[in-house]
């Protein structure tokens, strides 16, 4: 459709093209010269724009200002410039209509027209909303994404009840045991409370776990701005006491603010941190380094440890639920961290990747949008 459009304009009159796309339903605009001076506008594009045809005449940038802050006119200058068509799917687009913002998608094409000389004589602005149907497809993701979420908690739910039968078994013998008891030992009676207290432990720690998988489930986020250092601090001295590892040393860069709900953001850095400390904690000075760095409109989170490290051929599957890698088994855990992990940052709009070399150290970088570049 386009090109034969092109071809039409190209070699015919410009007021015969004007009349047959003047009541086009596809939104249409013809840019002039270099100053990109709207030329033409059909009344599809501006029922978009929420203008009215007084802006003909007029240079795009004047007329939407916005649009220059989200760089729509530096890509319609550097297609007059080149002489290079730019097309775009599903792209995200922020119009003010009736004094009200709104994020709308659309698939458009700034097609550069030619001259014999090879430059840009006019710039042909094709546009379609899409919105409605990038909301359908943004809802049937959603619903396969909780699907596959109910499938994962009924298998969270299978979990349970298995594991929790070793500990309770252990803390049911140990009661039966003293009970039949009357003369025991000191020693031993400390030794049962030992074996009792490591099983009721054992059975915090996997419903702890599965209670922060439901709520990332249910949880409705609060977005705000979130400072770090109270979080960071809070975390370190609390995974200290309850992993029993005294000695860790934590070493403490630039710890940047986010932006994203705070229950959220404390939970992910308490499993990860949490993590750094457990597996480090058999060294003989067990390091956690934790910073961070703003590159662009991104904030990078560096955790560091000193720890067993992780098999090369296991970092694809660390994120599944209750993975545990294979050098991991004689420290206690549940194989929830991760994956729990990985869906908080699906929430917060980030995103989470890990290095690690077998018993030298783990980097997890985790990345986090600013509040400029913020999903809808």
Known sequence: MYLSLINYLMNSNIKQILGIIANSPQGIAIYSDANLNIRFVNQAMLAVWGKTDDIIGKNFGDVFPSFTEQGFTDLLLNVWHSGVTYRASE????????????IRYFDFEYQAILDSEGKTATILHTSTDVTARKKA?????????????????ESLTNTLSHDLKNPLG?????????????NMPVA???????????????MESILSHTLRLNQVRHYETEHSLVSMNEIIASIQDEVKDVLNS??????????????????????LFYSIIGNAV?????R????????????????????KDNGIGIPENELDTLFNLFYRASNAKSFPGTGVGLSLASKIL???????????????????????????????
């Open 246 to 267: 005294p000695l860790t040393q934590f070493q403490i860069g630039e710890l940047l603010p986010l932006y994203g709900d705070r229950s959220l953001i404390q939970q």
């Open 188 to 202: 031993e009676i400390h030794k049962w409370c030992d074996t009792i207290l490591a099983s009721v432990g054992s």
């Open 91 to 102: 792209y995200p687009a922020e119009l003010t209509i009736g004094g009200v913002k709104e």
């Open 278 to 282: 457990r597996y480090s904690s058999k």
């Open 137 to 153: 497809l943004q809802l049937v993701e959603e619903k396969d994404s909780l699907i596959k979420f109910n499938k994962e908690v």
């Open 284 to 303: 003989s000075i067990p390091t956690v380094q934790i910073s961070s760095e703003r590159k662009g409109d991104y904030i990078y989170y560096r955790i």
């Open 346 to 376: 699906a929430r917060l709009d980030g995103r989470i990747t890990i290095k690690s070399e077998l018993n030298k150290y783990t980097t997890v970088l985790l990345v986090f949008p600013t509040l400029n570049n913020k999903k809808d």
């Open 170 to 182: 252990v803390l049911k013998m140990g009661v039966q045991y003293m009970r039949s008891k009357t």
